[in-house]
């Protein structure tokens, strides 16, 4: 069968490896109309970066869900960016800031960038290189971990509690919403513990919020909980906690993945390891190919808000138009050997696995000096990384997320 004629949202194989169905994308042209859900999918770079940038002709409304998204269709004479406005509360996760378009997204989002300011991500990023180390300290004597569940998702959980100010005291708390496993193999506690995080943050954040906006103090969640909107409003307390939530799970779950990635790269090419721990100032450009190659966000979605075309195909009002991050990302005209992992490629950061336009992801930088602290901490404290039975490794079954559901690790430690 075709690759293409597959369905690329729920074909067990392509989940699992999607490889196959981005080099047909490539090979049919730059725009395809998938049979399935009817999605138009794009698989050039450049193309996708235009339709991220281009506001007036496409909505974000469906960026989280894609074709699953239940629409209401516009009443006779209704355009489709009135119906969205009037509608709003009625699509799922439509009030979110990743589904909002301008201007209402560009006055939220400034609330988000309050926290990403030079000082505190310096403050952060102390944090960063201290937790690392404590975090390894709990199983880098044992020989063996669950590295999600061990190191990158108690990491970049706690990474982003500090960001945002949560108290140190309550950190633990935090990280037992994880059902943290300390890394032991195999236990399958805290599978899905980011779903735990995140129901029990918002009534949390909450409280955070409220108390200080009674009781400022000189803290960093003070500061977020009296922070204003580019017009002088102070936003409702929802707001913000839904600023943190959305910094929470774009931040938290996904690099955590792309960590994941990196030592699954690092464990299969062990010459890799060695010249990385000779020459650490190549971290940045192994956490880009990573990013690449093997991006936490295989797809995103924007809906046409009119009759317009992409690289000369027509797309009509009402479609669903996807931009295939992880194809575009191994774009031929634009990566050579586009399916080959190199830790040295030249153009590794052209990589969209970030987005690209109003929706380009507010914790970038800090995605990349998570990945970079971590892997070059790993690799000093550990070696001789080994994936204990290979042959089970599994990723998550979405079409929307990439990732290892688990990465059981054998190792020495260094020190």
Known sequence: MDALERNFFTDPELLQDPTPYYAALHERGPVFREPHMGVFILSRLDDIVEVHSDNEHFSAIVSSLGPIVPLPQPEEGESWAELIERRRAEIPMGNQLVALDPPRHTRERALAGRLFTPNRLKENEVFMWRLADELIDEFGERGEAEIGHAYAKPFTLLVIADLLGVPLEDHEKFRGWLGSTRGNVGNPEGEHGGDSVFANMQPCFTRYIEERRAEPGDDVMSRLAIARFPDGELPEVANVVRIASILFA?????????????????????????????????????????????????????????????????????????????????????????????ARRPNARRNIAFGHGEHFCPGASLARTEARISFERLLARLDEFEIAEPEKLRYAETFIIRGLTALPLRFRSRS
């Open 250 to 342: 774009a931040g938290q779950e996904t690099t955590a993945r792309l960590i994941a990635a990196g030592m699954r790269v690092l464990a299969e090419q062990p010459a890799l390891g060695d010249e990385l721990r000779s020459d650490p100032a190549g971290l940045g450009n192994f956490v880009e190919e990573c990013l690449r190659l093997e991006g936490p966000i295989k797809s995103t979605f924007r809906l046409a808000l009119v009759d317009t075309q992409i690289a000369g195909v027509d797309i009509p009002a009402g479609s669903v138009v996807m931009g295939s991050v992880g194809a575009a990302n191994r774009d031929p005209r634009i990566f050579d050997d586009p399916d080959r992992f190199d």
